[in-house]
């Protein structure tokens, strides 16, 4: 009797183990929708306020020229009542991917320009330029897949991160330029400006800003199948000199067979998430016409609010 107990627990030992195991491997296949693992090591060496500050005072000094050279479209404007009004709906699904998203102050601001341009700075800092807008006629859920997409690169601190192994880059340089008696000459030499809005990010960093931006329209009620008929247009215009939008960004059938191969993850979110009361583009896509004040339910915010 006494020799059958230890063999007994020794079971229950051993069943509580491979339980515990299969619960704490679980999390790498139980979430709904993409995978794109964890932030890059830079990040931890640049402070994410420091970071998150210096692209609040370059996007408002961006928005202060725009406004004095009457570029800075008001508040009232259909596109920015537009761009804000999807901003709302895919906010709220970014938590998830990055808690200081919660303390962020969020802008939206459109810029009178020929540029087929977007970005999202890190602190939820967004701008759109009307050349994107126009000369493509994004569809609501094709605007939504491009601010996904930017909204993804803030939240995944790929900023930060390109920040972190520059000033990786350049404490090597520092010593190096010691031990060769160099000074300075090193860091001008591997110094890449730090410049918020001419950082390029790598391919990584843009799949994985496709995947989080397709999973963010989806959960908020956009197509993400407009990713395709999005870069099927960014690639017509790119006939030519490719756009700036384009010109950091991988582009090519490579690139939509990527997001065809991540539908299948996102589409289940989309046809149970609640779709959009309104839409902006409905006359192009139905031949509906707009009501006499189809802005009056919206709350404007963003700069100046």
Not at 15 to 44: F, I, M
Not at 169 to 184: E, H, R, V, Y
Not at 207 to 230: C, F, K, Q
Not at 284 to 298: F, I, T
Request: aromatic share 6%; hydrophobic share 40%.
């Amino acid at each position: 009797m006494n020799q059958r107990v230890p063999s007994r627990l020794s079971n229950l030992s051993l069943a509580l183990v491979l339980s515990v195991s299969a619960l704490a491997c679980a999390p790498s296949w139980a979430r709904e929708g993409v995978d794109v693992g964890k932030q890059s090591w830079a990040t931890r060496l640049v402070p994410a306020e420091q970071v998150e500050q210096a692209a609040q005072q370059q996007y408002a000094q961006m928005g202060q020229d725009a406004r004095q050279k009457g570029a800075l479209l008001p508040d009232n404007h259909p596109q920015v009542v537009r761009l804000r009004a999807i901003a709302k709906r895919l906010i709220p699904y970014s938590m998830e991917w990055n808690k200081r998203a919660t303390q962020w102050q969020w802008e939206v601001i459109v810029l009178n320009s020929k540029e087929l341009n977007a970005f999202c700075m890190p602190g939820g800092k967004i701008a759109f330029y009307t050349g994107i807008l126009e000369q493509l006629q994004l569809t609501d859920d094709e605007v939504a897949m491009v601010m996904g997409h930017e909204i993804a690169h803030a939240l995944r601190e790929h900023a930060r991160e390109r920040m972190g192994k520059t000033s990786a880059t350049k404490l090597g340089a520092n010593l190096i330029s010691g031990l060769l008696g160099l000074g300075s000459t090193g860091d001008a030499l591997l110094n890449m400006g730090g410049q918020l809005l001419t950082l390029k990010f790598s391919r990584e960093n843009e799949s994985e800003a496709d995947l989080v931006g397709m999973e963010l329209a989806a959960r908020a009620g956009y197509d993400p199948r407009a990713g395709v008929s999005l870069w099927q247009k960014m690639s017509a215009a790119s006939k030519g000199a490719p756009p700036q939008w384009m010109s950091t960004h991988p582009s090519g059938s490579s690139r939509i067979q990527e997001i065809q191969a991540s539908l299948p993850k996102v589409m289940p979110l989309y046809d149970r998430a609640a779709k959009p009361t309104q839409r902006f583009d409905m006359p192009k896509r139905s031949g509906a016409v707009y009501n006499s004040d189809p802005y009056r339910h919206l709350i404007y915010w963003g700069v100046g609010a």
